[in-house]
């Protein structure tokens, strides 16, 4: 409104307006704004672990660390160059197989990688062919064979045995000695055989009261005897098969006899079984 007023007192006083005014200066008024934050770029990206050792069916969590850590786009992919040996899924990698893999983790924004080296061995395991021994009650040793892919030990609670080695690490040949029993009744006692990552195993030690002389266990003119290591054998018959074990079961010789005699090297003392087709004989060193 242009011009000028007379006549008027100063006063409050209400003013209506049309709506499309109202309407255009409330359109005037109010505007609607977006603001977009500013995208940060991935720079690199790292992890917790450059190398793991595990065994089979392990697992281990690899952490990936984004650079700049407030990078925008956090998402990466994981991928093993050896699934045979390990996977992996979202940075847990699981142990498969013995064997090597590369596990790589790659981001979504610039293909960003950082890697680590996995190596996988065989989960521990032992055995041995026996779970028991048994002597009379002369000094005498046995021997047995650990097959084992770890350490182990060997503890027994008796002063009367004696094991050697008591200790080592993968397969190995134990020996285990007992003193003569002068006690005048039959002992005994338990070996624990245990390893690393493998349940202990227990090898029951018997020793009686009585010696044991050469004993005919079967009819045959089989003769024998055993000194200084060697086992002296005659009666033979040229081409029968002979056969030569311990009382554990273990096969010291076997084969074909040449002639009426026969030497046989003994891996230690103990009692052993001369087999032939004709009879059978047991024998002390």
Same mark, same amino acid.
């Given at each position: 409104?242009?011009?000028?007023?007379?006549?008027?007192?100063?006063?409050?006083?209400?003013?209506?307006?049309?709506?499309?005014?109202?309407?255009?200066?409330?359109?005037?008024?109010?505007?609607?704004?977006?603001?977009?934050?500013?995208?940060?770029?991935?720079?690199?990206?790292?992890?917790?672990?450059?190398?793991?050792?595990?065994?089979?069916?392990?697992?281990?969590?690899?952490?990936?660390?984004?650079?700049?850590?407030?990078?925008?786009?956090?998402?990466?992919?994981?991928?093993?160059?050896?699934?045979?040996?390990?996977?992996?899924?979202?940075?847990?990698?699981?142990?498969?197989?013995?064997?090597?893999?590369?596990? %790589? #983790? =790659?981001?979504?924004? !610039?293909?960003? &990688? +950082? *890697?680590?080296? @996995?190596? /996988?061995? $065989?989960?521990?395991?032992?055995?041995?062919?026996?779970?028991?021994?048994?002597?009379?009650?002369?000094?005498?040793?046995?021997?047995?064979?650990?097959?084992?892919?770890?350490?182990?030990?060997?503890?027994?609670?008796?002063?009367?045995? %004696? #094991? =050697?080695?008591?200790? !080592?690490?993968? &397969? +190995? *040949?134990?020996? @285990?000695? /007992?003193? $003569?029993?002068?006690?005048?009744?039959?002992?005994?006692?338990?070996?624990?055989?245990?390893?690393?990552?493998?349940?202990?195993?227990?090898?029951?030690?018997?020793?009686?009261?009585?010696?044991?002389?050469?004993?005919?266990?079967?009819? %045959?003119?089989?003769?024998?005897?055993?000194?200084?290591?060697?086992?002296?054998?005659?009666?033979?018959? $040229?081409?029968?098969?002979?056969?030569?074990?311990?009382?554990?079961?273990?096969?010291?010789?076997?084969?074909?006899?040449?002639?009426?005699?026969?030497?046989?090297?003994?891996?230690?003392?103990?009692?052993?079984?001369?087999?032939?087709? %004709?009879?059978?004989?047991?024998?002390?060193?």
């Amino acid at each position: 409104m242009a011009g000028r007023m007379s006549g008027v007192h100063a006063s409050t006083f209400a003013v209506r307006l049309p709506p499309p005014v109202i309407a255009s200066l409330r359109s005037n008024l109010y505007r609607t704004f977006t603001v977009t934050a500013a995208t940060v770029a991935v720079t690199g990206v790292s992890l917790n672990k450059s190398a793991a050792t595990l065994t089979v069916g392990a697992t281990e969590t690899l952490t990936a660390t984004i650079a700049p850590t407030n990078a925008t786009n956090q998402n990466v992919t994981w991928t093993t160059g050896n699934a045979a040996v390990a996977t992996v899924a979202a940075g847990v990698v699981t142990a498969v197989s013995a064997g090597t893999a590369v596990i %790589t #983790v =790659t981001t979504q924004d !610039g293909g960003h &990688t +950082a *890697t680590c080296n @996995v190596t /996988v061995s $065989a989960a521990p395991y032992m055995t041995f062919p026996l779970t028991s021994l048994s002597y009379d009650s002369l000094d005498g040793e046995q021997t047995f064979t650990i097959t084992t892919n770890t350490d182990w030990t060997i503890t027994c609670p008796d002063s009367w045995v %004696t #094991v =050697t080695p008591s200790s !080592g690490a993968n &397969t +190995a *040949t134990v020996t @285990v000695k /007992v003193m $003569a029993n002068t006690t005048g009744v039959p002992r005994s006692t338990t070996l624990t055989v245990s390893g690393t990552g493998v349940a202990p195993q227990p090898v029951a030690v018997t020793q009686s009261n009585t010696s044991v002389a050469n004993e005919t266990v079967a009819p %045959t003119a089989l003769t024998a005897c055993a000194r200084d290591g060697i086992l002296h054998i005659s009666g033979l018959t $040229a081409g029968e098969s002979l056969r030569v074990y311990s009382i554990p079961g273990s096969t010291v010789w076997h084969g074909k006899a040449t002639a009426d005699r026969a030497q046989v090297a003994l891996p230690a003392r103990g009692i052993f079984i001369i087999a032939t087709g %004709t009879g059978v004989l047991k024998v002390r060193h």
